[in-house]
Nanobody
Framework: QVQLVESGGGLAQPGGSLRLSCAASGSIFAISIMGWYRQAPGKERELVATSTKGGVTNYLDSVKGRFTISKETNKNTRTVYLQMNNLKPEDTAVYYC?????????WGQGTLVTVSS
């Protein structure tokens, strides 16, 4: 199985930047897709960005050009990052790491991102 630990998030001003991290451990060889979703108050959870094992990325239209997803692999962990630049108030949400693997899927615990002046 795969275990996830999220970090990052917090408060940023409009136009500011934040970086989210999600470290996956366990059966990382079985991971096919890593990504980020978000859920704003009163709204449904939406896909923000994904990266396949082969490096193909996909972004929500509203974050294209502002957010960048990347990955780093070492011996025991595979970490996915979400670099968020030029943040807007509408980016305020709880952000969840998501991993699809051979045995199913797993979600991170969620981290709150608040964009406000």
């Amino acid at each position: 199985q795969v275990q996830l630990v999220e970090s990052g998030g917090g408060l940023a001003q409009p136009g500011g930047s934040l970086r989210l991290s999600c470290a996956a451990s366990g059966s990382i060889f079985a991971i096919s897709i890593m990504g980020w979703y978000r859920q704003a108050p009163g709204k449904e959870r939406e896909l923000v960005a994904t990266s396949t094992k082969g490096g193909v990325t996909n972004y929500l239209d509203s974050v294209k050009g502002r957010f960048t997803i990347s990955k780093e692999t070492n011996k025991n962990t595979r970490t996915v990052y979400l670099q968020m630049n030029n943040l807007k108030p509408e980016d305020t949400a709880v952000y969840y790491c998501h991993v699809q693997h051979w045995y199913g899927e797993v979600w991170g615990q969620g981290t709150l991102v608040t964009v406000s002046s």
